[in-house]
Structure formats: C-alpha cells, structure tokens
C-alpha cells in the first residue's frame, strides 16, 4: 500500500511503480480533493482500499507516514511491516505552529506556485519534474492542501510508534530540507528497532532517485518474510 504525500496524488509515486519488481503488487491509495481530509477521514478513506487486501505492507510517503502507523493500529493482524518514507511523527517544522494564521488557501496557492520556481523545477532537473509538479498544483485545490498542513500542527503519533507491532522501516533522503533530520532520529529514538536508511536525494528522493528506492524497499520486505518465518 503506497500512501501519498501533501499532494494525496499517484503523481510522484510513477517513478518508484516503474522501478519496483514484479513480484510487488503496489496499490496506489489516492485522498479526496473536497472534504475533510484529516488523519481520522483519510484513515476510513485508506482501511476502504485495502478491504480486499489479507496482508500488506504499508509505505507512509511524508504527510501520510503517520497514516500508515495509524493503519498499522487499526489493523495489526493484516499489517507486514511498516516504511516511512521522509516523514515524521510530530510536526516536521515546529515553526509552522507559530504561523497558523498564514496556512489558508490564498497563501498556500503562492507558497506552491513559488515552489513551481523551485530549483526542483529549473533546467537542471528533468522535464518530467517539472510537468509532475505543474500536474499536481492544477490538479490539488490550495484549500485541501492547506487544510492538511493545519492538520500537521497538533500531531503526536508517538504512541502508535512505540506499540507498533510490525517491522518498521524509516527511509530517509540525504538532503532532505523539508523534514528535517531530527524527525528520523525522532523515530529511532521512540522505536529502537525501527530501521534507518537513507538514500540519495532531496525531499522527493522516492521519485527522484527510484532505483534506490525500490532497492531498499525490497529488501526491507525480504529481510521482514525471513525473520516472520524463522529463517
């Protein structure tokens, strides 16, 4: 199960499906574009997708690795392993608390069309980042994403960490200036036998560095089955 970031898209996710082995059946979870779109709601929203499902691994990208511990709590028994992958499990920048007034659609529209100017988006990086990003922007409204931000603010998913019953792995990116190092050391510290990798790239290193990605992701899985079954 790949649950997305701010974005609540597929978009991003491309990359990674293309680099994964065949072996790996990965269902995309995509979050509605109206509506109430906190933890609570998008939680229904993922337990939904996943009726289906006997067992899954469940892959929390940013915004949503604390929506994976929640569905890990909710469903332990059908949960194989955890990844979270550049997220956190409180507010990733305490400093977004003492904007809270800021974090409404107009502000956050300018915040996302300057992030259009981002070095993500100039020359040096490929075309397809650029029409991605521009993809997601025309596709999720301003109020939805600052409405998940709000949501960010009075966050504590410590306790789901802690009584976490599947392997976890924590995936981090090597110059990751969204989600700060502190936050991988955060869940290392309340969970001692969480996993910690970390692979080249900036926030976005799940798709723009999808090779590693994949690599670690399934290794993460195979190493997970060796010791569920003994080996």
Same mark, same amino acid.
């Given at each position: 199960m790949l649950l997305p970031g701010l974005d609540g898209t597929e978009v991003f996710f491309r990359p990674l @499906? @293309?680099?994964?082995?065949k072996w790996i059946r990965p269902i995309v979870v995509t979050y509605p574009m109206s509506g109430a779109?906190?933890?609570?709601? @998008?939680?229904?929203?993922?337990?939904? %997708?996943?009726?289906?499902?006997?067992?899954?691994?469940?892959?929390?990208?940013?915004?949503?690795?604390? @929506?994976?511990l929640m569905l890990a709590a909710a469903e332990p028994d059908r949960t194989r392993g955890v990844i979270l992958c550049a997220s956190f499990i409180r507010c990733p920048r305490p400093v977004l608390r003492s904007?809270?007034?800021?974090?409404?659609?107009?502000?956050v529209r300018l915040a996302r069309i300057a992030h259009r100017l981002h070095p993500y988006c100039s020359k040096q990086?490929?075309?397809?980042? !650029? !029409?991605d990003t521009a993809e997601t922007l025309c596709r999720v409204p301003s109020s939805v994403v600052a409405a998940r931000v709000r949501v960010l603010l009075d /966050?504590? %998913?410590?306790?789901?960490? !802690?009584?976490c019953r599947p392997p976890v792995l924590y995936l981090a990116a090597s110059r990751d200036r969204v989600v700060p190092r502190w936050n991988a050391v955060e869940v290392v510290r309340e /969970?001692?036998?969480?996993?910690l990798v970390t692979m080249a790239g900036p926030h976005l290193a799940l798709y723009t560095n999808p090779t590693d990605a994949a690599r670690?992701?399934?290794?993460?899985?195979? &190493?997970?089955? &060796? /010791? %569920?079954?003994?080996?």
């Amino acid at each position: 199960m790949l649950l997305p970031g701010l974005d609540g898209t597929e978009v991003f996710f491309r990359p990674l @499906l @293309l680099a994964l082995p065949k072996w790996i059946r990965p269902i995309v979870v995509t979050y509605p574009m109206s509506g109430a779109n906190d933890y609570s709601n @998008l939680l229904s929203v993922v337990r939904g %997708a996943i009726e289906d499902c006997e067992e899954f691994y469940v892959l929390g990208w940013s915004f949503s690795g604390p @929506l994976a511990l929640m569905l890990a709590a909710a469903e332990p028994d059908r949960t194989r392993g955890v990844i979270l992958c550049a997220s956190f499990i409180r507010c990733p920048r305490p400093v977004l608390r003492s904007v809270r007034f800021a974090l409404v659609s107009p502000i956050v529209r300018l915040a996302r069309i300057a992030h259009r100017l981002h070095p993500y988006c100039s020359k040096q990086f490929p075309h397809s980042i !650029r !029409r991605d990003t521009a993809e997601t922007l025309c596709r999720v409204p301003s109020s939805v994403v600052a409405a998940r931000v709000r949501v960010l603010l009075d /966050l504590d %998913a410590r306790q789901c960490l !802690r009584t976490c019953r599947p392997p976890v792995l924590y995936l981090a990116a090597s110059r990751d200036r969204v989600v700060p190092r502190w936050n991988a050391v955060e869940v290392v510290r309340e /969970l001692p036998s969480a996993k910690l990798v970390t692979m080249a790239g900036p926030h976005l290193a799940l798709y723009t560095n999808p090779t590693d990605a994949a690599r670690a992701i399934t290794g993460f899985i195979l &190493e997970s089955e &060796e /010791l %569920a079954s003994g080996i």
